[in-house]
């Protein structure tokens, strides 16, 4: 089972994963991976941080104040902290890898570039949300949702009945 959502910015592709992990949890489907959440100072988004899903801990990754080498519009990118996260969550095993985001400023990574195409030509199970620019080149690796504000829970009971097809 190989899920993307798509969809603008704000639409709701990160609580979505979250319902997705919930759901999972409740039904002792294991899960691993990570959300991505807003880092906000008042009404500014200032950064990024990554929750992990099997421990909660959450790990910025991407700010306006940590100057590091790389950088991806007006966020500087720590991609050794990211790298070394990365690394611990894709040795995790569980039954479902749920990421968010395949996107550019995680693909500015090489090691979570090789780690994501190693999981979609193997047999582990992945939902992700993903960049709209990559949708061309995902497709054909598996479903793929566009969500809306509409479409949002069709999208969640779709994938449920997919989790409950390949795990119940």
């Known amino acids: ?10 639409v709701g592709k990160t609580t979505l994963l979250k319902r997705v992990d919930a759901f999972c ?3 002792n489907i294991s899960t691993c991976g990570f959300v991505t959440e807003e880092v906000r100072d008042g009404k500014f988004r200032i950064g990024f941080d990554m929750i992990l899903l099997k421990t909660n801990e959450r790990v910025n990754f991407a700010s306006v104040y940590n100057v590091t080498l790389y950088r991806f519009g007006k966020y500087f990118v720590d991609i050794d902290c990211f790298e070394k996260i990365i690394e611990d969550i ?4 569980g039954d479902i890898f749920i990421i968010d985001e395949i996107g550019k400023m995680e693909f500015l990574s090489r090691k979570f570039r090789d780690k994501i195409f190693e999981i979609l030509n193997s047999d582990q199970n992945i939902i992700a949300s993903l960049h709209r620019d990559f949708i061309t080149a995902f497709k054909k690796y598996g ?14 009971k779709e994938i449920k009945e997919e989790i409950i097809s390949t795990f119940l």
């Open 90 to 93: 894709f040795s995790q095993k």
């Open 25 to 27: 949890r409740e039904r």
């Open 143 to 156: 479903k793929t949702y566009y969500l809306t504000p509409e479409t949002r829970d069709l999208v969640f």
């Open 1 to 10: 089972m190989k899920i993307f959502v798509t969809g603008q910015p704000g």
